[in-house]
């Protein structure tokens, strides 16, 4: 086949050299040979058993069975449908060689082979065709393997999988055919559709066409529902699945089904206290599917504004308010995830839909006698839980509650009646049956007593949810006043000035501990900063409220320049003695206009004052708002789901976990886009006011030309009178006029002598500021250098010495060597001379000698007996030769005569000798 | 939200036929003269009443479009109503209906009803297809037959109403086997026996699950 061509030069490039490799491969090679050409079927069975668990344990199996195997098992699966057990067997194999091998050398291979080996498989669109054709098989493993194959391959290759499935007629029929199979597959078939159906908005509808909205409902019926186990969370990840995002679903559940089965599913039925963790994540999914259904998208199309809309009406309609306050408020077993996400929904539901709002605030918790509103029992979670999450929820409630509703605000303010001096002091716990105002009052200065005045900020931020936009509240508000305390003895002071006075309390209580005084601290002063400047917009009693206690501008301006505070506490400060001007109707000479307007130019100096609003528009808060204004995504996998909640319940690391800015990231939420554009609108205006003030100055004296004429029956007197006063009037004004201008001059000049640093402002500080840390990084490196130059020098004299340690050795073993070099030719020499000297020297060489001669006598004595026997021998042949020569007559004597004479030798010997040649 | 019977529609036929104008028309009652391309599939209920029992109406609109046949496809099997809809003011979509017709007979099941639709009648003096011509194919492939306006909801309730009565009446003829969804049909709660105890036994369902 061709891809099996294009595949080898991958497995050659990664597996080039390695011998082992090649060794599994023609093992795997035999196996499918095996398989492919035996004759007796019981042999081909048995090479499959083998390659499939070769293939499950070994790594480079799996890759050369990617290689080679993958057309062999096919042909399996397609001509041999008859025999269930190679089918089985084809279908585990290729199970095992799209799952991942969890081994230690993985880690150094970088191509995965199970995901080389969905890779190739899932490129054929037959393939998945065959795959899909086999889920109708009656055996059950067959149906089994065959979607873990394709949940194995789809996990590898989610868009191609998708897309073949989508173009095999009746593809997703059979999958959802699955749902209504036996237990193992339904649940091996709900994971497959959860990942078919992600971000496939066909798919999903088609899902929907077959039935699946019946079908997930039926499952998680008989599962349980919520007390459910892990089929039930699975079921609602692909409800969420196809739910998301999908107007045409969400229609269609609403339409046919109804929102019923899912507002029962959050139901708490029985025990109400316990909550497993499988439960609470059922919860968790539930209320995301609610999320999912009410919650408008970031780009708010109309058609799905509509929709979403109608979502709300209907799920309210369900009854589900009363669920969720039961999961969110009442229930106190229920973890914080659960009630953080309940609140979270109440928030989505009642946005900008008014009925759902009403209906909100006629709800009423409780058991008879002891009912309360249910906007009572949140405020309550605001005011005392100890989890973050828990009070930005319950905060967005009352933000959306608030918002375009100036009845629910006002029937929310006219409650606003501090409590009898007798319970001003009473604890939390006795405030069920005080007003919604009263209990409200009672946060915002109970903390006072104990010093810590996280309470007050909370209670601060739902009162500025009641004042926005709603003038009548502000006025109601304005004409709170408490009753004296301990602290401030006295007359009762207006409620306002007692926010004031946190404010600054907050401040000195935070430069007395140090930094790190609590984590509320962070947001404290910025809560409260956020009430006053939505209490003053576009309202002039309150700014004059404001400006009745004189220091109350002096420490406004004192925070302006404090550098404690945080950029946002800065610029926030700015913002609201900007409000002082912009809003200011007053004709009180220093609390008017001009009074304000010429307070901020001396005391802080208007460029300086201007460079509040731009760091904090630059602040992260402010600049990112568009992210951190969605919600964060929605988990889909269980992995995930199970660590978000982890994450939400830990609220100490959250609020630990500070950003670079220092920000507490509760401001992230509480300074929502809203509370943003404001800011941003304010800038212009107070701008705009502060150009005009200067530009237009309002005389104090009218000039009437009329006036200046004398009048008829005036006298001399009277006329100079009346104009030296017109004058005097004048000059003042004059005299108004030139100091102002004397303090603009001046703050000109700063800003001119300043110039070089400060004209373009913050910007260049900040490129100063990273220019300054490169430098500090520039000598930390330098000094780094130098250190390590150091060393090196150290290093080097070091070796120096060694060196010259070692030549020194050397020199000595030179020495050490000629020395012996002398000595050995000396005795060269001497071995010379020696030899040349002779054996003289020898002693025993006398004794060799006498050796020798003894041997060479022996051998001579042994040559005279051979010679003596010889001779013997001669005699006796003489004898017979002499006596056979009597016999012939010859004369014996007179032949040998001769003889003796010639040789000269002795004796017997010759006498032979001669007879012998005789004879010849 | 009971009902005796839920059948599952598709609307087919060539892009710009008006398919989801015909849907808006049936759902919602209005018409929108400029209507975005439909991608995929887009989907509409309603309730309607037939022989006193309460029948719900699942309406799968599909996209006209050549491109998204494929996906289109996967709705025909699960159907018991189809709409085939052509534009009598352009030639070109009735000649195309044998194609859609062939692929409805490929891919549906048999005892599919299709209804055949002339849409935008309320554009008479731009006609392009007489009202026999389309009587004759209807008759010649067994369809049912109709023209309306999705404009003025000429015909609209009656071409939704009269395909969902002969699927009622396969059903009374035995045609279907009621309990295999495979076929678009679904029965609902006790809608069979009559309305009235068909809400009671609605209710003691719900009773009963509330419990």
């Known amino acids: 086949m061709d891809f099996v061509s294009g595949y080898k030069g991958v497995v050659g490039r990664v597996f080039g050299n390695d011998n082992a490799t090649s060794n599994e491969d023609s093992y795997v090679e035999r196996l499918l040979d095996r398989i492919n050409n035996g004759t007796k079927a019981e042999d081909r069975r048995m090479a499959l058993v083998e390659l499939q668990s070769v293939v499950a344990e070994n790594h480079s199996a799996q890759l050369a069975f990617g290689a080679m195997g993958l057309p062999v098992l096919l042909s399996v699966l397609k001509d041999e449908r008859d025999d269930v057990e190679m089918v089985r067997g084809a279908l585990e194999t290729l199970v095992s060689s799209l799952t991942p091998l969890n081994h230690a050398k993985m880690a150094k291979i970088e191509v995965e082979p199970s995901k080389m080996n969905a890779d190739l498989l899932s490129r054929e669109v037959d393939n998945i065709s065959l795959l899909l054709s086999l889920l109708a098989e009656d055996d059950f493993y067959v149906r089994y393997y065959t979607l873990q194959v394709l949940t194995a391959l789809l996990t590898n290759s989610l868009s191609r999988l998708q897309e073949s499935i989508l173009a095999i007629p009746r593809g997703i029929t059979r999958l959802m055919d699955m749902l209504m199979d036996r237990e193992v597959i339904r649940n091996e078939a709900l994971l497959l559709l959860t990942y078919l159906t992600r971000e496939a908005e066909e798919i999903q509808k088609i899902v929907v066409f077959e039935g699946a909205f019946e079908k997930i409902f039926t499952i998680m019926k008989e599962e349980g529902g919520s007390d459910g186990g892990v089929v039930v969370q699975d079921c609602l990840q692909l409800l969420n699945n196809i739910l998301r995002n999908n107007t045409s679903n969400q229609t269609l559940l609403r339409e046919t089904l109804g929102f019923d089965p899912v507002v029962s599913l959050l139901k708490l039925r029985g025990v109400s206290y316990s909550f497993t963790q499988q439960k609470t994540i059922n919860l968790v999914s539930t209320l995301e599917t609610v999320n999912l259904l009410i919650a408008s998208g970031p780009q708010a199309e109309s058609g799905k504004d509509t929709n979403c809309m109608t979502n709300k009406t209907v799920l309210v309609q369900r009854k589900v308010l009363d669920h969720l306050l039961m999961l969110g408020v009442e229930s106190q077993w229920a973890p914080v995830t659960v009630r953080c996400a309940a609140l979270h929904c109440i928030g989505d539901l009642i946005a900008r839909h008014p009925k759902n709002v009403d209906e909100l605030a006629s709800k009423v918790l409780g058991e008879e006698p002891q009912v309360e509103l249910a906007l009572n029992s949140i405020l309550r979670i605001i005011l005392r839980t100890s989890s973050l999450q828990e009070f930005v929820n319950a905060d967005y409630v009352f933000k959306n509650f608030c918002e375009n509703n100036p009845d629910g605000q006002r029937l929310l303010a006219s409650t606003l009646t501090p409590q009898p001096q007798s319970m001003a002091h009473a604890p939390l716990e006795d405030d069920v049956n005080m007003s919604f105002g009263s209990m409200l009052l009672h946060g915002l200065t109970m903390s006072e007593s104990d010093g810590d005045l996280e309470i007050c900020a909370r209670a601060a931020s739902v009162l500025s949810h009641m004042l926005k936009d709603n003038a009548q509240c502000k006025e109601k508000a304005i004409k709170v006043e408490l009753g004296a305390t301990m602290q401030s003895m006295g007359t009762p002071e207006p409620l306002m000035h007692r926010m004031v006075k946190y404010l600054a309390v907050s401040f000195s209580m935070e430069s007395k501990d140090g930094k790190s005084s609590g984590k509320a601290d962070l947001y404290i002063q910025e809560m409260i900063l956020k009430l006053l400047i939505i209490w003053l917009v576009d309202c002039p009693t309150a700014v004059e409220c404001f400006l009745d206690a004189r220091p109350h501008l002096t420490y406004l301006l004192e925070l302006l320049s404090n550098q404690s505070a945080t950029v946002c506490t800065r610029g926030l400060a700015a913002v609201l003695l900007g409000e002082c001007v912009l809003y200011n109707k007053c004709i009180e000479s220093g609390k008017d206009v001009y009074g304000i307007v010429d307070a901020i130019s001396q005391k802080s100096g208007l460029t300086s004052y201007f460079l509040k609003f731009d760091e904090m528009q630059r602040n992260f808060l402010f600049s990112s708002k568009k992210l951190s204004g969605q919600h964060k995504p929605l988990t889909r996998s269980n992995g995930a789901s199970m660590a978000d909640i982890e994450d939400e319940e830990d609220d100490v690391s959250m609020s630990e976990n500070r950003n670079d800015n220092e920000e507490h990231p509760i401001l992230v939420s509480l300074f929502d886009s809203g509370f943003v554009a404001l800011v941003g609108s304010l800038e212009a205006n107070i701008r705009e006011r502060f150009v005009d003030v200067y530009s237009n100055p309002k005389a104090k004296v009218a000039v009437v030309p009329a006036e200046l004429e004398r009048r008829s029956g005036e006298t001399d007197g009277d006329y100079i009178k009346r104009l030296k006063s017109f004058v005097e009037k004048q000059c003042s004004e004059i005299q108004d006029l030139l100091s102002r201008n004397a303090s603009l001059a001046e703050d000109m000049a700063k800003t001119g002598t300043r110039s070089e640093q400060k004209t373009s402002g913050p910007s260049e500080r900040v490129q100063v500021e990273t220019y300054r840390r490169e430098v500090r990084a520039a000598s930390q490196r330098l000094e780094m250098l130098k250190n390590e130059n150091a060393k090196l020098e150290n290093d080097v004299s070091m070796y120096q010495n060694l060196a010259s340690k070692m030549e020194s050795e050397l020199k000595s073993l030179s020495d050490a060597y000629c020395s012996l070099e002398q000595a050995n030719s000396q005795l060269d020499k001497e071995a010379k001379s020696l030899r040349s000297g002779g054996v003289t020297s020898y002693p025993d060489i006398e004794a060799i000698k006498e050796e020798v001669r003894e041997e060479a006598q022996k051998e001579s004595e042994a040559e005279l007996n051979d010679l003596l026997v010889c001779l013997g021998q001669e005699q006796s042949k003489v004898e017979r030769l002499t006596a056979r020569l009597l016999e012939l007559g010859e004369d014996v004597d007179k032949l040998l005569e001769g003889v003796g004479d010639d040789t000269g030798l002795p004796g017997d010997d010759d006498d032979d000798d001669d007879e012998d040649e005789e004879e010849d | ?211």
Request: net charge neutral; hydrophobic share 35%; with cysteine.
């Open chain 2, 1 to 211: 939200m009971s009902y005796a019977y839920l059948f599952k529609y598709i609307i087919i036929g060539d892009t710009g036929v008006g398919k989801s104008c015909l849907l808006l028309q049936f759902t919602d009652k209005r018409f929108q003269p400029v209507h975005d391309l439909t991608i995929g599939v887009e989907f509409g209920a309603r309730m309607i009443t037939i022989d006193n029992k309460p029948i719900k109406l699942q309406i799968w609109d599909t996209a006209g479009q050549e491109s998204f046949r494929s996906i289109t496809r996967s709705y025909y099997r699960g159907a018991a109503g189809a709409l085939l809809v052509y534009d009598i003011t352009r030639r070109e979509t009735f000649n195309h209906l044998a194609s859609w017709l062939e692929d409805a007979r490929q891919h549906a099941n048999a005892n599919m009803t299709i209804m055949l639709i002339g849409n935008k009648c309320d554009l008479a003096h731009r006609r392009a297809v007489s009202t026999e011509e389309g009587e004759q194919f209807a008759k010649e492939h067994g369809l049912i037959f109709m023209e309306c306006s999705a404009k003025t909801a000429q015909n609209v309730e009656e071409a939704f109403i009269k395909t969902a009565a002969t699927i009622y009446k396969k059903i009374q003829d035995g045609v279907f086997d009621v309990s295999n969804e495979s076929y678009g049909i679904k029965v609902g709660y006790g809608g069979i026996q009559g309305n009235a105890t068909g809400r009671d036994a609605s209710t003691s369902q719900s009773g009963a699950c509330c419990g």
